[in-house]
């Protein structure tokens, strides 16, 4: 968890709502700022800055840039049209990403006691044409002026809040006090049918709230009463960012803007934790629920260096003799691609004395000899398989358990995550490998890549193939295929820009023949002796492209034109593109040279060119 100073302060909560504690409890506990935000004072305890004040949208822009805001998370009531409008529109204005934590809502449909309205102007006008002369509205104090033409000529009984400012309002309107019920809303359904008896109603008025505004107890004691229940549907919310409706998807989405928006200027780069530490929290949390008959909030696991962590839990669901548990994976800054996923594990008793794991959804099973785990296995690597079973070993010392325990560790989106990885490459099949050899992700660190390349090379080797063509992507890949057909899948590998580090690799896995081809700007790069070619590593230097054209005997003018390009794509315009010009001739030696110090065995290099151009060294 990282703690935020208040110069920190970038997001602005608008709350109120049952969401908006929520919401707020999440970023207290992921110790991040920010400023809450309501229209009244209210007096909930949580750790962001309290905003009191209604905010229209000038208000909004002038607040997000005095204080620099760079997130708005609206978690206000859903009938707070003109709030949400103000909202986007500042957004909009400002370029400010946002998210709309809504709450979740019953699918409903129209019935005998249920009728539902589009607007209060529509219920109004039904109510004014109706027999109904005794009303209960739960609809809030804001919808007494609403509903004027109904309280002015029949008995309407209004519920709103128990506070000076709702009853203020409310007798501002001009409804009678008599007529004013002052209590919270709860899921009490005794309550809610005292109600009923004390307005004689005849027909009860409600918003579309959701969950936590109770809806269903409305509905049920309705029924129960054989009282018609009218509702006017919710707004239609539209504009953001990003909408969720649980705390967890709200945690995700954090994570992730924790990389993009919410990212600090000019500080080191975060660490994170990989996929196994993920998959040992939520192990731990399902069988101490399993114990403690609920899940704890957060939970904390011992790394292989000996630190600890914390993670916060969700749970799933459980019975006697099994847990569902999920966690959300911060990759901190490194590309991982389930940075900000969720991952999970069931935990099952079982009578038989050991520790075994079985495959969840959205893990990989393991389909090709070569890997760190046997054939028909999920693929959890061995690091992350002790930390789970250090973990569960200690806790059934705790609790004096003597069974044994089924770990079925699982990631939700696994399966199309999968797709954008090598897993396919390296016979993982249908999901993603939990790795992990330290239980932290050093940021944009080349450890995770360099081993999914040596995965890939043992593959390989298992497969009896002593060839393989490399590239730094699918684009090249693609070119060099139709060269060797008669090579299987596998023996195609992708180094990113790894170029020295995938041939040492290949050495020391004793590939007796190695093809390896680059289009022109990293080829540029390689020819230069950079073996790691990432633009935060080297750029395309002009004058050594320019060297080249020189000592390759072009005229003056074009050496000099080269001298001014900032990329080495430009190149083209200058020396058209053909299998026998010297310049892109020269260019695939060089590369050669230079790779053919990190090999012992056959190596052929060849430059890729658009138009599909290949010139073999």
Known sequence: MEANSKKDIHILLFGGTTEGKKAAWLLDQLEIGYYYSTKNKVHFQCEGQAVFGAMDSAVIQAFS?????????????????????????????????????????????????????????AMNHALCASKFNCILALTGVQTIKKLANVWQTKACYFRILNTPQSLSVALQSGLKREYIIQEEPNDDESNLHELIERAKAQVILSKESGESGFFAHKLKVANAKKIPLW?????????????????????????????????????TLRKGFTTGSCVTAAAKAAFVSLFEKELPQSISIILPDGSTTRFLTYPEKQDNSHAFCLVVKDAGDDPDIIHGEQVGCRIALIPEPEIKFKRGKGVGLVTLNGLSVNVGEPAINPVPRQMVIKALEFLSEEYDYHGGIEVTPFIPKGEELALK???????????????????????????????????????????????????????????????????????????????????????????????????????????????????????????????????????FKVVKEIQKLKLANAIPDLIPIHKEELFYQELAKRCYLVCEKYVDSNFTFYLLLPGNIVIKH
Do not use: W
């Not at 709450?103 to 449909?109: D, S, T």
């Not at 549907?233 to 924790?258: N, Q």
């Open 65 to 121: 840039r005095k204080h620099h805001i760079k997130l708005i998370i609206d978690a206000a009531h859903p009938f707070a049209e003109e709030l949400h409008h103000n909202i986007i529109d500042a957004a909009r204005q400002l370029h400010i990403c946002t998210v709309r934590y809504e709450r979740v809502f019953p699918h409903l449909e129209e019935d005998d006691y249920l009728r539902l309205f589009d607007s209060f102007e």
């Open 231 to 267: 509702v006017v549907k919710r707004p239609d919310l539209k504009g953001y960012d990003y909408t969720v409706d649980s705390v967890i998807e709200l945690h995700s989405i954090i994570y992730k803007l924790k990389k993009t928006e919410l990212r600090p200027e000019g500080i």
């Open 421 to 555: 990885t090598f897993n396919p490459r390296i016979g993982i099949e249908g999901g993603i490998s939990i790795l992990g050899t330290t239980g932290r992700v050093e940021p944009y660190s080349n450890e995770a890549f360099i081993s999914s390349i040596q995965k890939q090379l043992k593959v390989i080797k298992a497969l009896n193939c002593n060839t393989v063509v490399l590239s730094s992507g699918l684009r090249s890949e693609n070119i060099l295929k139709p060269k060797f057909t008669d090579l299987p899948s596998q023996a195609f590998v992708h180094f990113g820009n790894l170029v020295g580090k995938t041939l040492e690799l290949c050495n020391q896995e004793k590939i007796t023949h190695i093809h390896l081809g680059l289009m022109l700007g990293k080829a540029i790069k390689l020819a230069e002796g950079n073996s790691n070619t990432h633009s935060k590593k080297v750029v395309f230097n002009a004058e050594f492209a320019a060297q080249i054209a020189q000592d390759c005997g072009y005229s």
